[in-house]
């Protein structure tokens, strides 16, 4: 497998439709909405489903939900004393940071791309805080038009716990962006990925992993089909730099509403200013 060695930048256009795409936990768990009333959903949240497009294709990764864990670990240091190497390097009377990295880099692909932080505390062994910074990053997405945020009242049918009276658990508010269209946009870039070993595989996966991103990835507050990606946008530069700086080349990309209260996706307008030398790869979302 080969080290990436060429500079690329992408862009997702997805919509949402009554459905909650990142509640706020400070807000109680309304979409989250900026001082504009443009809705968000944050990186952190976007590499989580990423991570689970990952799992689903069988690659290795180290940030696991609790829910969705391969191999029934609970929690990261669990999953870094199974590797039998980074124990090793644990218990050596000096912790080399870079081997540490390279080891955990080589295992999971979520670290070899977004890069980690292994902070643990020490028990027989010495503690450990080593950073890895990755070559993929992304933006938070935001969404083309203000959100209209419809918020309901809703009750259980039974008590969590005996009695006569309903429990105050009973009662509960449930929030849904009733339509908006979203941006993100992201860059890999190559001396990162050289340190970390990402490589062209690990590239291709990504992209797949946009494509497919909202993929079994349904609950009561995303139904199956509330959540869809509409076109990735691929550029691939012909050198590690890269033509065009990647502000330049996601600005190429603009995503305007038709009318005043865009409904669907067909009221908005994609267009894409062509930069010399660098093509745009358009995929659509499954």
Not at 57 to 77: E, P, Y
Not at 245 to 265: I, N, Q, T
Request: hydrophobic content about 35%; overall charge neutral; glycine content about 8%.
């Amino acid at each position: 497998m080969s080290i990436l060695n060429y500079k690329i930048d992408f862009a997702v256009i997805f919509s949402v439709t009554k459905a909650n795409p990142n509640g706020d936990p400070l807000n109680g768990n309304r979409p989250r909405q900026n001082y504009d009333g443009y809705g968000e959903v944050s990186d952190v949240a976007l590499k989580r489903k990423i991570r689970n497009r990952l799992q689903d294709m069988g690659a290795s990764i180290f940030v696991q939900s609790n829910d969705r864990t391969t191999d029934s670990l609970k929690s990261l240091r669990e999953r870094a004393d199974a590797n039998e190497a980074l124990t090793k390097i644990m218990k050596s009377k000096s912790v080399s940071s870079e081997e540490f990295a390279s080891v955990a880099c080589q295992e999971w692909v979520d670290v070899r791309s977004f890069g980690q932080v292994f902070a643990f505390k020490g028990g027989g062994e010495k503690g450990v805080s080593v950073g890895v910074r990755g070559p993929v990053s992304i933006h938070t997405a935001t969404s083309v038009s203000p959100i209209d945020i419809t918020s309901m009242q809703i009750t259980k049918s039974v008590n969590s716990e005996p009695g006569e009276k309903k429990g105050s658990d009973t009662m509960g508010m449930k929030h849904r962006v009733d339509f908006g269209v979203y941006v993100f946009k992201g860059s890999i870039n190559t001396q990162l990925a050289e340190k970390t070993g990402f490589t062209n595989e690990d590239a291709e996966k990504i992209k797949e992993a946009l494509v497919s991103l909202f993929e079994n990835d349904s609950s009561s507050a995303r139904p199956e089909g509330s959540m869809e990606v509409h076109q990735v946008y691929w550029w691939e530069h012909s050198s590690k730099l890269g033509q065009y700086s990647s502000a330049k080349v996601h600005r190429s990309l603009s995503v305007k509403p038709r009318k005043d209260e865009p409904k669907s996706f067909e009221d908005y307008a994609v267009e894409l200013t062509e930069l010399d030398g660098l093509q745009a790869e358009i995929i659509d979302g499954r």
